[in-house]
């Protein structure tokens, strides 16, 4: 799920900032801090949009199929139109 959302930040334009935490170093406690932090017991992916907590993929997709994910990036400055 994380492709599929990556690639549709990309396809509406946005240049999104990407964790992959198993990649990082301390990927570890950057989990634990997000699960703490958006009270989930996963973390793949959790979308910020604006420095706000979005959702998961599952919520990505609802708000890309109700046409209101291109806003959030709009009132985000992450992508212009």
């Not at 979308?47 to 994910?69: M, N, P, Q, T």
Request: net charge negative.
């Amino acid at each position: 799920m994380c492709h599929s959302i990556k690639q549709l930040f990309y396809e509406l334009g946005a240049s999104p900032a990407i964790h992959e935490l198993d990649r990082e170093a301390h990927g570890r406690e950057l989990e634990w801090a997000l699960r703490s932090l958006i009270g989930c017991p996963t973390v793949v992916p959790a979308v910020f949009i604006g420095g706000r907590y979005v959702g998961s993929a599952k919520e990505i997709l609802s708000l890309h199929l109700d046409g209101s994910l291109k806003q959030l990036l709009i009132d985000a400055n992450a992508i212009w139109f």
